[in-house]
Nanobody
Framework: QVQLVESGGGLVQAGASLRLSCAAS????????MGWFRQAPGKEREFVAS????????YYADSVKGRFTISRDNAKNTVYLQMNSLKTEDTAVYSC????WGAGTEAEASYQYRGQGTQVTVSS
């Protein structure tokens, strides 16, 4: 089993920044990927970003490229999502997920575990 706990969400104004954290614990693994997904009210959950743990290679949705940065802290088994220049359309529940096979694709089905999520609200 893998436990994922997100933190760092909140209410900010458009143009502000937030940093989300996701701490992983439980089962140990040597090669995996972690991703961030978000779900806005009335919409399907969508891919935001992912990172392959061993290589550090990152992937982003077009909607967040240049504004969001995903990173990791190996020692803490923690992944971060730095969100800059936030827009009202970024409002959503953000959750992290782990892909034990390490692909880190955009497909949510590739991820075996997902956290409960943290709310991000961006006001105009």
């Amino acid at each position: 089993q893998v436990q994922l706990v997100e933190s760092g969400g909140g209410l900010v104004q458009a143009g502000a920044s937030l940093r989300l954290s996701c701490a992983a614990s439980g089962r140990t693994f040597s090669s995996y990927a972690m991703g961030w997904f978000r779900q806005a009210p009335g919409k399907e959950r969508e891919f935001v970003a992912s990172i392959r743990w061993s290589s550090g290679r990152t992937y982003y949705a077009d909607s967040v490229k240049g504004r969001f940065t995903i990173s990791r802290d190996n020692a803490k088994n923690t992944v971060y999502l730095q969100m800059n220049s936030l827009k009202t359309e970024d409002t959503a529940v953000y959750s992290c997920a782990v892909d034990l096979w390490g692909a880190g694709t955009e497909a949510e089905a590739s991820y075996q575990y997902r956290g409960q999520g943290t709310q991000v609200t961006v006001s105009s």
